[in-house]
């Protein structure tokens, strides 16, 4: 069970009411009117709680679960251990994702303006905004409907943020307009200027940035990252894309629609990513290259070129997975034969 100082168990719920909300099918015992208290992981939940089996390789820790009741695909729902109620279907994880979700709800917004909060008599806030202590608020902002603003969080002038925005903590925000439903973890920076200059050995001459940083819709940015705005064009982030802790964007970026973003990618000026390209940990994209639908670039990779669409590519240069690894399996044999 989560730590209950930090969180708040909703529930129970039966067996019934989670094969309805995560449109799963009942197997195994099936007793539908299981009163399910709680999620767990499969080597640690109890009678009472709902886990899931999403890999294979932890088949065997399902097969000794205590669990009351699983998520798993049908595939493998032949594996579970007697007496175990099933809910079963093609996305076991999304699945108990749901679950999760109706166990633990967002906590409720408690609207209201935090007396230390300094507010711009020209902005303009929705109805039941929680604005936490010590945030400021610019000239002409604009922020929708049951949005929450972090303590220490400062909103810039003119800046848009849709209905039902999350803002944490430590956030600072300028020369952006912010879709419905975002969340911005503590200590993002969005906004700010782009690293634009003429370089001269007299001294670099910088390039006012001139341009914006627009979010769509349902996006996440994760603690710490920094967004830069546009030279003259604006950044983009596309609906849906979620972007993990510590990620840099470059100014003229434009990421598409529902893009994941793992810890500490950068990505320079000017680069585009079309809809559901993924990038892991620590990837770093050169400037003004175009990442393809769909694209998938391995960890720890250094992009030098266009990517295609579909296209996986991993390494430094990185080159197309499977080119990669004949390369890695050619130098190993080069090594075992040199060490004989």
């Not at 230390?116 to 000239?139: K, W």
């Amino acid at each position: 069970m989560a730590d209950p100082r930090f969180f708040t168990v909703a529930g129970p719920f039966t067996l019934a009411e989670l094969a309805a909300r995560t449109g799963t099918e009942i197997g195994g015992a099936g007793n539908r009117d299981l009163v399910l208290r709680d999620v767990a992981p499969v080597d640690m939940a109890g009678p009472t709680d709902v886990t899931f089996l999403d890999n294979r390789k932890y088949v065997e820790a399902f097969t000794r679960s205590r669990a009351g009741a699983a998520f798993v695909h049908r595939e493998l729902a032949s594996r579970a251990p007697r007496g175990m109620s099933l809910l079963i279907g093609d996305q076991p994880y999304k699945a108990y994702a749901l679950a999760a979700q109706a166990f633990y709800p967002p906590s409720r917004l408690r609207p209201g303006i935090a007396q230390s909060a300094v507010i711009d008599p020209t902005a303009r806030l929705g109805p039941g905004c929680e604005i936490a202590p010590h945030v400021v608020i610019g000239a002409g902002v604009e922020i929708g409907a049951d949005c929450r603003i972090g303590a220490n969080s400062v909103i810039g002038d003119g800046v848009v943020i849709g209905a039902g925005a999350r803002i944490g903590p430590n956030v600072t925000l300028s020369h952006c307009l912010i879709g419905a439903r975002v969340t911005i973890l503590p200590g993002a920076r969005i906004g700010q200027d782009g690293f634009g200059f003429a370089p001269d050995p007299a001294g670099h001459v910088r390039i006012p940035q001139l341009g914006r940083v627009r979010i769509g819709d349902d996006v996440e940015v994760g603690a710490n990252t920094t967004i830069d705005r546009g030279a003259g064009p604006d950044t983009i982030i596309g609906d849906g894309t979620m972007i993990d802790n510590l990620v840099q964007i470059g100014h003229n970026v434009t990421i598409g629609r529902r893009c994941v973003l793992v810890a500490q990618v950068g990505i320079s000026g000017s680069t585009t990513l079309d809809d559901f390209a993924m990038i892991g940990g620590q990837g770093g994209l050169a400037g003004h290259l175009t990442i393809g639908k769909g694209a998938r670039i391995a960890a720890h990779s250094g992009v030098m070129r266009d990517v295609g669409p579909g296209e996986t590519v991993c390494g430094f240069p990185a080159l197309p997975s499977r080119e990669f690894w004949r390369g890695v399996a050619l130098v190993q044999r080069l090594a075992r034969k040199k060490g004989a």
